[in-house]
């Protein structure tokens, strides 16, 4: 199995994603605040070293002592962790400065240190856009430098002094401008980052490994048991149990799982004891059901008979009546020692009924024993156009008789259809003999020969006769049913095409309508094993 399928892999992954979001963002979040607050540090101790300045500086500039001013401020701007300290004035004029390159210089009005009080580069032009006169920025050397500006007012100390005095108009006598590496800063930054970074890391890691354990632990092991039961069971195995002990819902799933194999089990014993008497029952019940049958058969086989019985009999009654009854009158007639020739035309034409009588009850019979063939003569290639145009030959002098025109249409693709010639051309010769019956005066007969599939053929005869009812319809293909009236048929004409056609392959179909004619249609296969 693979483990991406797992569920445990996936839980896993899920809190290790939930874990990266969560100690990222805290850990963002701490390395962020503690690098505002060393940046507020090295802010609160720039503005310091620059408050230490002016207050150290205060007195000596009261009384115009320059050289203490420019001593107080070397020794504090050598102090490590000070970059420079200069005083320049409003327009710019450094005139002091630890840098000594600086001295008698003019401050860029564009540059950053004047900017922040003086946005349009003007010394006449003060508006603070730093109310704090905090700037961060990159000296010559490369290294980035926070600086603080603090502004030397003109005091009331200050422009009353006999000393230097200054006008009072004057709110502003110069400014002093601290500059302190951020070197130590950004170094503790750094060592902050890597220390939330890296305890981050370790807490992510720490966390998705107990976290693996323990889903491995109380998860995975016990679904994989559960797992292997249920294939167990599924094989058959019913009496496979887990071993699982905990009180959670694995440990109450376990139970049910156990639970449920243990009456499946005895369910199963039930259900093969059941079996065994139900297979004694349905043995008994089978036998009683087959002697039925037996019998069920010996009886619908002595009602056929019956009904075959009866009704051969009755088929064969009417002519045997009828030669019995001419045969004795032909017998006394001939006693009589004065015939006349109009007697013996009468005896005649008696043999003449006694013949035909007789040959009905040949047809009879010889219809039953076809009815009653199982098995079909030889197959072989036949020209189907020939079989057709050969049985209406034989009918050509029926249909004169009748005044009956013939409509004959052929397929071009159709040519040979392996068949029995004479069983078909039996089958033809029934169907055509219907239709002329069924038009006694005048009428059509039309016949339609088409191939409608790859292996198939489609005959349909139709007529314009007197049809059949649609009552009878259902019943017209059965044995010794007829609507003809009585001693003109025998009822098996169709019964025996029916048979011909199935013993084919085929099939037979007939729709009509009285007084508007029927049509057969017959399915043949084309060929066929031989």
Request: hydrophobic share 40%; charged share 25%; net charge negative.
């Amino acid at each position: 199995m693979k483990y991406t399928r797992l569920l445990v892999y996936r839980l896993l992954v899920g809190i290790f994603v939930v874990m990266v979001v969560g100690v990222g963002v805290l850990t963002f979040t701490l390395v962020k605040i503690q690098t505002e607050r060393y940046t507020q540090i090295s802010i609160a101790t720039a503005q310091r070293v620059s408050d230490i300045v002016k207050r150290s500086t205060q007195y000596s500039m009261l009384l115009n002592r320059r050289e203490d001013i420019y001593h107080i401020i070397n020794t504090i701007g050598s102090e490590p962790g000070i970059e420079a300290i200069r005083i320049y004035n409003k327009k710019g004029d450094v005139s002091f400065s630890t840098n000594e390159t600086e001295l008698n210089t003019t401050v860029d009005m564009n540059a950053e240190a004047c900017v922040a009080c003086h946005p349009s580069g003007k010394s006449n032009n003060v508006k603070p856009a730093n109310v704090e006169r905090v700037r961060f920025f990159r000296s010559p050397a490369g290294h980035n430098l926070i600086g603080v500006i603090t502004p030397i007012k003109n005091q009331q100390s200050c422009y009353e002094a006999e000393c230097h005095a200054h006008n009072k108009s004057q709110t502003i006598l110069g400014v002093l401008d601290v500059m302190i590496p951020l070197s130590e800063t950004e170094q503790n930054i750094a060592e902050v980052e890597k220390i939330q970074y890296s305890g981050g890391l370790l807490l992510l890691l720490t966390i998705t490994i107990f976290s693996g354990v323990f889903l491995w632990r109380m998860v995975n092991i016990p679904v994989h048991r559960l797992t292997e039961g249920t294939i167990a069971v599924m094989n058959g195995d019913l009496d496979h149990s887990i071993d699982v002990q905990t009180n959670d819902e694995i440990g109450f799933l376990t139970g049910s799982f156990n639970h449920m194999t243990r009456t499946l089990k005895q369910t199963q014993q039930e259900l093969q004891l059941l079996n065994q008497t139900l297979e004694e029952r349905v043995q008994k019940k089978t036998e009683e059901l087959r002697r039925a049958q037996a019998n069920l058969i010996q009886v619908e086989k002595m009602v056929s008979l019956g009904t075959l019985a009866a009704t051969v009999a009755h088929e064969l009654n009417n002519p045997l009546e009828g030669i019995l009854t001419f045969a004795k009158l032909i017998r006394k007639r001939m006693n009589d020692p004065g015939l006349t020739e109009e007697s013996k035309n009468e005896i005649v034409s008696e043999l003449t009924m006694i013949a035909d009588e007789t040959a009905r009850c040949g047809n009879i019979v010889k219809n039953l024993l076809l009815f009653s063939r199982k098995k079909v003569g030889e197959f072989k290639e036949n020209d189907f156009r020939g079989l057709i145009e050969q049985s209406t030959k034989l009918i050509e002098h029926h249909l004169k008789m009748h005044n009956i025109t013939l409509q004959q249409s052929y397929d071009d693709r159709l040519s040979f259809v392996v068949c029995d010639s004479e069983q078909i051309l039996q089958a033809l010769l029934a169907l055509e003999i219907n239709a002329v019956e069924s038009m006694p005066h005048e009428g059509k007969l039309s016949i339609d020969v088409k191939k409608t599939g790859e292996n198939e053929l489609t005959i349909s005869l139709s007529d314009s006769g007197i049809g059949v009812r649609e009552e009878d319809l259902p019943h017209i293909f059965e044995p010794f049913f007829t609507t003809k009236k009585e001693g003109k048929g025998t009822g098996l004409g169709l019964a025996v095409v029916y048979g011909i056609i199935e013993r084919h392959g085929g099939k037979i179909t007939v729709t009509s309508q009285v007084n508007r004619g029927t049509i057969f249609t017959i399915t043949l296969p084309i060929s066929r094993e031989v």
